[in-house]
Structure formats: structure tokens, C-alpha cells
């Protein structure tokens, strides 16, 4: 016999008390001589007797029920043969953990792994007893509790059940013990019960950690652990990436856009269609003719934007058994038209590159929709940046404080400066006025030049290794003999703050080529070479070219383009501190998230700490202001639907007591076997109530008795009598 | 002290059984009665002058009416009523059961102060007070005497005498009958914790043999009452079986059969035309006498014996 709560039982010392005041009754008996006897002999001899009796009824009586809600109230169970003896119920303290993730949503319409699961849940629920604590928790994302220690009933725990609904995210399996202990030890149950329901997918269960092993052997001591597997097949096919790779996002321009494909599945599949919207608009359809096992296939997908403003482009398969993961979202912000001003430092050398690497057009024809115009410095006061998108600095001495905290300004309202060092570049000058603003203008502190050629002076090539970053996406596509044909021979010394980035590195040295960092909604770009020739190569390699315009058309239709993934932040930055105090979030579910703004690092931000849905969602500074949307795709790694096989399953919980049960058949035979226990505190309490109940009613039935005698005449017993 | 003479408190029970000298104790319930205003309910009996008689010898000296002597120089002894018609007998319980008391004055020894103050007075009044202790048989007879020595008898006798149980009254009662030779005043004190029919034929005996009986029913006044509260033993004084039990819950039942046993013996009494008087211990004994001779008085004046409230 085991107790839930076995210090309850010190309470049972409490039957000493009636047991106490009965003795000290019997012991507190005084004695007196008495001649009467002739009037206590005829009826009192046998009253007394009763007396006795009754007493001793009464306080057996409240001894057993006393003794009963004690055990009761201590939860008893008995285990073993031991239990057919006693009267009693079996009952467990139950948590279920359904595995939520999109991989779950695979299969046919009516028959998802995740039906199947629900399917498993309806087999525990019939094992549940109403009245003993249920928890469940959807496992997937952030791993939502449905109920925690919910007294069961059916009907409740049903439209509980029916609430559940798959999360567009994976599954963090290393998180999985942790949350169904935690619910366990939550539990008031003697008699603990874990079940697990998963489709035990191959990727999960073939990377999980050592930690996770430990923590599912462990979970074994919080109670007894069941997995019911729901595996089902592995075809899928999963749109992985959306990337714009080439073009300027303006309007009457077209954005070319890679789609990837992945066939996780185990056969090819051939004839995939690929179809790309734009704004729910089918404008391209690619098929790929075959995808191998395993393998990715890309597609490009040509988008026209005839519209100026955030565009949503789309690209999606179809005829997957998963759906989630067959479409793939990005937001473009098409401008009405794309200017660039260059304001050159030097003789000309360094505008007349420039613009010849933008317009990137041998005949000099220039297109009205991009414009690229080139200034000497001296004209920069006069020159209005309203109409700009892009200021490149190159080689520029000196600036005014004014013209930096002009330049601060264009910047924070989302436009793109980029900044190239050179001879005539003034450090000290540009140091002071750049840190004047609250938040500095450059993303370094400029230092020296510095010579960063090899011994034999030749110049020194770019790190091929590169971030993983839009600005690096063209160059990577260069051969490498062609990519390392840039060289490096001097470069302008820097101090980077935490708050910068290096992008491009010199091979063998590291040092930092290209910087980056966040100013307001905009971005700098920061050379720490000249954009002419005397301290490097680059402007006569293809590198110059690609480099410049991705880095105009990142910077021209950078605002919200990144696209986030499900369970990322979502943040909407303002150009200074905002009218109202909370920004607002339409959720892809037209769900309206309040969201407030707080400073952080000297700019003010708006920060939706979980996306939970995969879509469109879209950012608004107030209830009335036009939304920017923004594109959430969900993590395709959870895309591999595959599952463990049984051999597979076997060896993975092989240091554990877990019982598997595959069907629902299984499962129901399983809990069955495994709850031998038998919890009695009901019948003990209702006893004990009975008892307890009974006793009030027969000490009240005596008194009574006793009471409907009335009291007797004897008045005439205290004087003389004649 | 009682509520009815709260300023006669040296009469209380407890004082009285301090003084030790009987006599002193019978001279001072008496004087006590005396403050009242009731007469002696033995009046009626009192003695007078009959006639005169030649000396023999063997007669009192003291009986010689001198006066005679002087004016005929022969001896004559004077002769008088009373002692040819009133005695007074005492009729005291010994037994065990007499020996309760819930406060320091036992039933007993309440009788006894009865039994010295009814002497006191009779012989007082120049009768005779003769004597009987019994318990389970007759322990002490004395005949009729007017000596006030017998006061000191009565508490001489009490003492020695060791209380055994009694089983029966009436078997004493015959006895004491059968020992009287004339007809008298009977003063029975005793607690009567009896079986009622078996009392009523001992008084049946003396009222058949002319006596005038009365019965001073000494009782405790936890007797009355029973005021016990909780768990008790009661310990039988004539050697019944201990009762042990919640006194309480017992008690509606024990004044019931107390009140039964108590109208039977009171009808009983009044159709044997027996003065009746039930005595609680803790009233002062002057108290209880004066009652009883007002009462007494009122039957003589032509109440009858048994029509008592």
C-alpha cells in the first residue's frame, strides 16, 4: 500500500483524541457511597450497560471514520495481488504530449499523422477516470499547455482535444522531456501515466543529443512513460528558399528570383510545377522536369513589378501530402525609381567607375527609372536628397557637421549611404563629425592607411569564405580564379564596435574590406579601400559591378524584404520616437497583435516577440497607417517527414523502461497492463463520510430520546413533605 | 445557614454535630424551637394529679407528698396521669444506609439530633421517652424513662453500635411492637430505603397496636435530588453491586422511580392514618421540628392524622 501523500497520515493520530477523551471519561469515574441503590438498581444497571455500549459504538464510530478520511485524504493505493482485496478504482494522473509540429499535418486529408494521434489520445481518454488530473501539451514551436491538471471529463477533455491544431514549426525534441517532466511533477496523482505521441521523425530522433537520452530516462522516475508512434510515409517535397538573386527593385523593373525545391522523399519525382504570385497574382510557372531523392532543384522565377510599394511574391508547389511547407514568401519594396548620387572625392576617377559599374551599360544609354549621377564634393551642400536612394561617398575628405546630421537623417528614414576610403580621406575629421550624432554615422572609427600587401607586393585577394549575407549571393556564383584576380594593396585602419559588421575580409589577414551597419531604418556600407584604382584592383574586376548594384538594390528595397521564419522576431524600427506608444501586427490569421515600442539601442522599436504563423503579416505603426507586410516561411528542416523504423525506435530507447504501443490497440492492452494500481480514497472517504454521518445521527437520535422524556416534577423533592 | 432562619445559623447541622454533648445539642434545638411560637404537639399527654396512696416501701422518697405528712404525720406518695398514659418511643435506623451523606451530617447522625430533641422535649414535659435502635434486627430497646440520662443513652447506644445492612423494616418494626407494653407515641427516623409494602406493614403493626406513629423520613438531599453530574460510581451501603454510570443521563430516571417510591410510601402512611414527614438533612433541625409540631398540633386540632398535603 503506497500513500500520494504519506505524511497526511500523521493526522491519524488524531483518533487518539476521542479515544483520549473517552478514557479520561472512563478515568475521571468518582466514586460515592449511596444508600438509594433501590432506584438505580430496577433501570440503571441495564442503562449503564447501554451506556457503555453506546459510548463504545460512538467512538468506534468516530475513530474508523476519523481514521478513514485520514487515509482518504492521504490517497492510498494498493499494488499487487494485494488490490483485488480492497475495493478501488484505477486511476492515473495523466499527461499527454501530442507532437504539434507541421511535419504532423503530413498525409492524406483525413488520415494526418496528426488524426492518428488524435486517434491515440481518444484511446487514453477512455482509460482516464473522471476526476483524475489531466495535462496536455502541444509540443511544437513553443510547446503550448492546453490544460494542466484538468479534473477529467469527457466531454470537457473532447472540445479540448478538438482545439488542437498543428504550429507551423518544428519540433524541438531536446525540449520534449523537460516540458512532460514539468508536467508531471506538476501532478498530485500516485499513480503517474506519460504519454507521447510523435511521429517519431528520423531527423529529430537520429540527432538527438546524449542530454536528450538521459532526460527521457529520467522522465521514466516522474512516472511511467508510454510512446505511441503514429510514423507515416516519406515522400514530401518542400519549397525551401525564395531569394531575389538579380535586378534593382523599381518599378517597371523585373526581380529574378530563385525557387528551391527539395525532394525529401526516398523516390524522384518528377513534372514539379512551380507557380510564383505576385500579390495572390499567378505571373511565372516553371516545371522542373525531375528532383532525385534527396536532392534540391532550383528554378528562376521572373517577377515584373509594374507597382511601386511593398509587393508580396509567392512561390509554391502543389500536390504534396504536406502542405505547409509547399509555399515560400518574400516582400519586395518596389520604388517608383531608383537614384544613386555619387559624390567623388577625387578628380572624377572614382565617379566615372562608379557609374560605369551601376549602369553597367558599354554604350552609355541611361534607363529614367534608375539614375546615377556623380558630383564632386564640394557640391554635396547644394545637391537635394529627397530624391535620392543611394549616396556613395568616395574618397570624400571632409564633411560639415551639418551634412551629418543630413546625411543621419536620409539615412534613418530607410535610404543607403555607402562610404569609400581613400587618399584623401581626412580621419580625424571624419571621426569627430561622424560620432557627433547620438548613434555615429559610420560603422568604424577610421584609423591610418595601412599597407595589406603580400612580401612580393602583389595585393592581397578577398576571403572566399563570406557571411551569409544578400550582398554576397552574385559573388559566390564568380569562379574562383576570376573572384580572386581582386587585389588589395592598401587599406584604411578601423575600430569596429559591436554594433558594425564585417561582410568582405582579406584572405590570410582578415582584415575587414566591407562594413555594415543599422542606422534607423537604413543601412551604411562602409569600404575601407578606395572605389578607384590606387589602392586596389577591384573597379576593373567583374566583382565592382556586381558588387555595386546588389548592394544598390539591397540597399534601395531593403525594408522589410528579409524574410523571417516562424518563431523569429518581428520588428518594426522607427525613423524617431513615435505619436502613438504601441505599434500594431496583423497576424496571416488577420489576428491584431499590440505590440509597444521601446527604445532600444537609441532607436525606437517595435518588437512582436513570436511569429506564430507562417504568411504575410503585417506591420502598422498605428491602428490607421498603411501596413508593411512581412514575409514568415516556416523552418523546412521539419520538412523531413521521414520516421525512425521499429529497429531504429527500439535502439534509440534501449536504456529505457518506455513502453512503445503503435496501435491503438496496443496502446489501450498497454495501459491496461501497466495500471495495477488501485486507488481506494474514494471508497474510504465515502465510508468515512457515511460513518461520520452515521455517528452524528445516533449521538443526535440519543439526545433526543433523551429529550422527549422531558424533565421530571420535583419540586416537592427539596423540603418537607407532609 | 438556611433561607428560613437565617439568623439561627448555629443550628445548621454541621454546627450542631461540633457541639459533641448531645444534651447540649437536644437544650439548644429545643431552645431554638422555643423562639417560635408553636406548642408542644405532646401537650395533650402531659401529666396530672390523681390521687394519693399510702407509702410502701420501694417508693421514690422524693414521691412522699410532705405536705400530707405535716397535717397527718403518715406517709403518701402522690400519683399522677402521666405515667399511667404517655410514653414516647424512638424509633431509630442504625443501618448502613443511614450512614450517607453528601455533606458532613450523615442521615444517622441527623437522627440522632431528632431522636435528642423529641427526648428532650417529651421528658421536658415530664413523660417518658423509651428507645429502640434497629438495623437488620433490634440492637437497643430501652423502656420508657423520664430521666434526661437518656439522652446521653441514645448517643452512648448510636456509637457502639457497628450499622450492618438491612434487608427488611417490617420484621424490626414487629419486634420493637412486641416489646412495647403500653400504648405510646411512636417516632420512627429512620431513611426508609425500603420496599415500600414491606414498610407499611411494619407501621401497620404498630398503628394495629394502638400506637400513634409517626415517621420522620430522613432523607439527604442528594437523595432528593440527585444532583450528580458526569461519571459516577455509586457504591451501594448495604452491600448491593457498584453502579457505574453517566449520573446525568440517568437522573430523569432515578427521580421518576424516586417520586413513584416516594407517592406510594406517602399514600401508604395517610391510609394507615401514619403522620408522614419527609426530613431533609440539610435544614437545621429546630426548623424541621417546628414544622413538624405545627403540623402535629393542626392534626390534633382536628385535621386527621393522615390528611396531609
Same mark, same amino acid.
Given at each position: 500500500m503506497t500513500f500520494l501523500h504519506p505524511l497526511i497520515l500523521l493526522a491519524s493520530l488524531g483518533i487518539s483524541l476521542p479515544i483520549l477523551a473517552h478514557l479520561l471519561n472512563r478515568h475521571q469515574v468518582q466514586h460515592t457511597p449511596w444508600a438509594a441503590m433501590q432506584f438505580l438498581n430496577r433501570n440503571v444497571r441495564v442503562r449503564s450497560r447501554q451506556i457503555r455500549l453506546r459510548d463504545l459504538i460512538l467512538l468506534l464510530m468516530r475513530c474508523a471514520a476519523l481514521l478513514l478520511l485520514v487515509l482518504a485524504l492521504a490517497r492510498p493505493a494498493w499494488q499487487g495481488s494485494i488490490a483485488n482485496w480492497f475495493p478501488g478504482e484505477s486511476r492515473a494522473g495523466v499527461v499527454i504530449g501530442i507532437d504539434a509540429s507541421f511535419s504532423m499535418a503530413h498525409g492524406d486529408k483525413d488520415q494526418t499523422r496528426f488524426r492518428r494521434a488524435l486517434g491515440q489520445v481518444a484511446v487514453i481518454a477512455k482509460n482516464i477516470q473522471p476526476g483524475d488530473p489531466v495535462s496536455v501539451v502541444l509540443l511544437g514551436g513553443e510547446n503550448k499547455v492546453l490544460a494542466r491538471?484538468?479534473?477529467?471529463?469527457?466531454?470537457?477533455?473532447?472540445?479540448?482535444?478538438?482545439?488542437?491544431?498543428?504550429?507551423?514549426?518544428?519540433?524541438d525534441l531536446d525540449r520534449v522531456p523537460g516540458q512532460l517532466k514539468e508536467l508531471a511533477d506538476d501532478m498530485e496523482a500516485l499513480n503517474k501515466e506519460i504519454y507521447f505521441v510523435t511521429d517519431i521523425q528520423a531527423r529529430d530522433w537520429n540527432e538527438s543529443s546524449t542530454k536528450f537520452q538521459s532526460a527521457l530516462a529520467d522522465l521514466g522516475e516522474s512516472g511511467q512513460v508510454?510512446?505511441?508512434?503514429?510514423?507515416?510515409?516519406?515522400?514530401?517535397?518542400?519549397?525551401?528558399?525564395?531569394?531575389?538573386?538579380?535586378?534593382?527593385?523599381?518599378?517597371?523593373?523585373?526581380g529574378r528570383y530563385q525557387a528551391t525545391v527539395k525532394n525529401y522523399g526516398t523516390d524522384p519525382v518528377t513534372n514539379v510545377e512551380v507557380q510564383c504570385r505576385v500579390e495572390g497574382v499567378q505571373i511565372d510557372t516553371k516545371t522542373i522536369p525531375i528532383i532525385a531523392a534527396g536532392a534540391s532543384e532550383t528554378v528562376s522565377l521572373f517577377v515584373p513589378f509594374h507597382n511601386s510599394g511593398p509587393t508580396r511574391i509567392t512561390a509554391e508547389i502543389t500536390g504534396d501530402?504536406?502542405?505547409?511547407?509547399?509555399?515560400?514568401?518574400?516582400?519586395?519594396?518596389?520604388?517608383?525609381?531608383?537614384s544613386v548620387l555619387c559624390v567623388d572625392g577625387t578628380d572624377g576617377t572614382a565617379g566615372r567607375l562608379l557609374m560605369a559599374a551601376l549602369l553597367a551599360r558599354s554604350d552609355g544609354s541611361t534607363d529614367e527609372n534608375f539614375q546615377v549621377k556623380s558630383i564632386p564634393w564640394l557640391s554635396l551642400p547644394s545637391e537635394p536628397l529627397e530624391e535620392i536612394d543611394v549616396v556613395i561617398l568616395a574618397d570624400v575628405p571632409e564633411i560639415t557637421e551639418q551634412q551629418t546630421k543630413q546625411l543621419s537623417q536620409y539615412v534613418r528614414q530607410g535610404n543607403g549611404l555607402v562610404w569609400f576610403a581613400g587618399k584623401n580621406v581626412k580621419a580625424n575629421i571624419w571621426n569627430e563629425r561622424s560620432a557627433s550624432n547620438s548613434q555615429p554615422l559610420l560603422p568604424a572609427k577610421l584609423g591610418l592607411p595601412v599597407d595589406v600587401s603580400t612580401g612580393n607586393g602583389a595585393g592581397r585577394p578577398l576571403d572566399p569564405s563570406m557571411p551569409d549575407h544578400p550582398l554576397c549571393l552574385p559573388l559566390r556564383s564568380l569562379p574562383e580564379d576570376l573572384f580572386s584576380e581582386t587585389r588589395f594593396l592598401t587599406r584604411l585602419d578601423s575600430e569596429i564596435p559591436s554594433s558594425s559588421f564585417p561582410i568582405l575580409k582579406l584572405a590570410g589577414s582578415g582584415d575587414p574590406i566591407l562594413l555594415e551597419h543599422s542606422l534607423g531604418r537604413g543601412q551604411v556600407f562602409m569600404f575601407t579601400t578606395s572605389a578607384e584604382t590606387s589602392w586596389n584592383n577591384m573597379a576593373l574586376t567583374p566583382v565592382f559591378p556586381m558588387l555595386m548594384q546588389q548592394m544598390v538594390t539591397y540597399l534601395a528595397g531593403r525594408e522589410f524584404e528579409p524574410s523571417q521564419t516562424v518563431g523569429d522576431s518581428l520588428s518594426l524600427a522607427y525613423e524617431e520616437q513615435p505619436d502613438a506608444s504601441d505599434a500594431v501586427f496583423d497576424s496571416p490569421s488577420d489576428e491584431l497583435i499590440t505590440v509597444p515600442v521601446r527604445e532600444h539601442r537609441k532607436q525606437f522599436v517595435a518588437l512582436l516577440e513570436n511569429a506564430r504563423e507562417a504568411g504575410f503579416y503585417e506591420a502598422r505603426v498605428s491602428v490607421q497607417a498603411p501596413g508593411l507586410p512581412i514575409?514568415?516561411?516556416?523552418?523546412?528542416?521539419?520538412?523531413?517527414?521521414?520516421?525512425?523504423?521499429?529497429?531504429?525506435?527500439?535502439?534509440?530507447?534501449?536504456?529505457?523502461?518506455?513502453?512503445?504501443?503503435?496501435?491503438?490497440?496496443?496502446?489501450?492492452?498497454?495501459?491496461?497492463?501497466?495500471?495495477?494500481?488501485?486507488?481506494?480514497?474514494?471508497?474510504?472517504?465515502?465510508?468515512?463520510?457515511?460513518?461520520?454521518?452515521?455517528?452524528?445521527?445516533?449521538? #443526535?437520535r440519543l439526545q433526543k430520546r433523551k429529550q422527549l422524556k422531558g424533565p421530571t416534577d420535583n419540586s416537592n423533592l427539596g423540603g418537607q413533605d407532609g | 445557614m438556611t433561607e428560613h432562619l437565617p439568623g439561627n445559623n448555629y443550628l445548621a447541622p454541621e454546627l450542631l454535630q461540633k457541639l459533641g454533648d448531645l444534651e447540649l445539642i437536644a437544650r439548644e434545638v429545643v431552645e431554638g424551637l422555643r423562639v417560635g411560637t408553636h406548642r408542644s404537639p405532646l401537650?395533650?399527654?402531659?401529666?396530672?394529679?390523681?390521687?394519693?396512696?399510702?407509702?410502701?416501701?420501694? #417508693?421514690?422518697?422524693?414521691?412522699? #407528698?410532705w405536705r400530707v405528712y405535716g397535717r397527718s404525720d403518715?406517709?403518701?406518695?402522690?400519683?399522677?396521669?402521666?405515667?399511667?398514659?404517655? #410514653?414516647?418511643?424512638?424509633?431509630?435506623?442504625?443501618?448502613?444506609?443511614?450512614?450517607?451523606?453528601?455533606?458532613?451530617?450523615?442521615?444517622?447522625?441527623?437522627?440522632?439530633?431528632?431522636?435528642?430533641?423529641?427526648?428532650?422535649?417529651v421528658l421536658t414535659q415530664r413523660d417518658s421517652v423509651g428507645l429502640s435502635i434497629f438495623d437488620s434486627e433490634v440492637r437497643a430497646h430501652l423502656p420508657p424513662r423520664s430521666t434526661m440520662s437518656i439522652i446521653l443513652q441514645i448517643d452512648q447506644l448510636l456509637r457502639n453500635i457497628k450499622p450492618v445492612p438491612r434487608s427488611s423494616i417490617a420484621k424490626q418494626l414487629h419486634d420493637i411492637a412486641i416489646m412495647m407494653k403500653r400504648r405510646s407515641v411512636v417516632v420512627v427516623i429512620s431513611d426508609l430505603l425500603s420496599d415500600v409494602d414491606d414498610i407499611l406493614a411494619g407501621l401497620d403493626h404498630l398503628r394495629f397496636d394502638g400506637h400513634s406513629v409517626v415517621v420522620l423520613h430522613t432523607l439527604d438531599p442528594y437523595e432528593l435530588e440527585f444532583p450528580f453530574q458526569g461519571a459516577w460510581c455509586f457504591e451501594g451501603l448495604e452491600l448491593e453491586e457498584p453502579i457505574t454510570t453517566q449520573a446525568d443521563r440517568i437522573r430523569e430516571e432515578y427521580l421518576a422511580n424516586f417520586n413513584q417510591y416516594m407517592t406510594k410510601l406517602r399514600n401508604g402512611c395517610a391510609g394507615s392514618q401514619v403522620d408522614y414527614m419527609t426530613v431533609n438533612t440539610s435544614l437545621p433541625p429546630n426548623e424541621v421540628l417546628s414544622e413538624f409540631f405545627f403540623k402535629r398540633e393542626a392534626m390534633i386540632n382536628g385535621a386527621s392524622p393522615g390528611a396531609r398535603p
Open positions: 491538471n484538468m479534473a477529467f471529463d469527457q466531454n470537457r477533455f473532447s472540445d479540448l482535444i478538438e482545439t488542437a491544431k498543428i504550429v507551423p514549426a518544428g519540433l508510454f510512446l505511441a508512434p503514429v510514423p507515416g510515409i516519406d515522400g514530401n517535397l518542400a519549397m525551401t528558399e525564395l531569394e531575389l538573386v538579380s535586378g534593382v527593385l523599381r518599378k517597371g523593373a523585373v501530402l504536406l502542405p505547409t511547407d509547399n509555399i515560400r514568401r518574400v516582400v519586395a519594396v518596389v520604388r517608383d525609381r531608383v514575409a514568415v516561411n516556416i523552418d523546412s528542416e521539419e520538412s523531413n517527414v521521414s520516421s525512425l523504423t521499429t529497429p531504429e525506435l527500439n535502439q534509440n530507447l534501449d536504456s529505457t523502461n518506455i513502453i512503445v504501443a503503435p496501435s491503438e490497440a496496443e496502446l489501450a492492452s498497454a495501459i491496461q497492463a501497466n495500471r495495477t494500481q488501485k486507488s481506494s480514497w474514494r471508497q474510504f472517504m465515502l465510508i468515512g463520510l457515511i460513518l461520520l454521518i452515521a455517528e452524528s445521527f445516533f449521538a #443526535d | 401537650r395533650g399527654c402531659s401529666t396530672e394529679f390523681a390521687h394519693h396512696r399510702q407509702y410502701a416501701p420501694g #417508693d421514690p422518697i422524693r414521691s412522699i #407528698d403518715r406517709y403518701y406518695t402522690k400519683l399522677y396521669e402521666a405515667e399511667t398514659n404517655f #410514653d414516647c418511643y424512638l424509633l431509630v435506623d442504625a443501618s448502613s444506609s443511614m450512614n450517607y451523606a453528601s455533606e458532613k451530617v450523615s442521615k444517622l447522625e441527623y437522627a440522632k439530633f431528632l431522636a435528642a430533641s423529641l427526648a428532650h422535649i
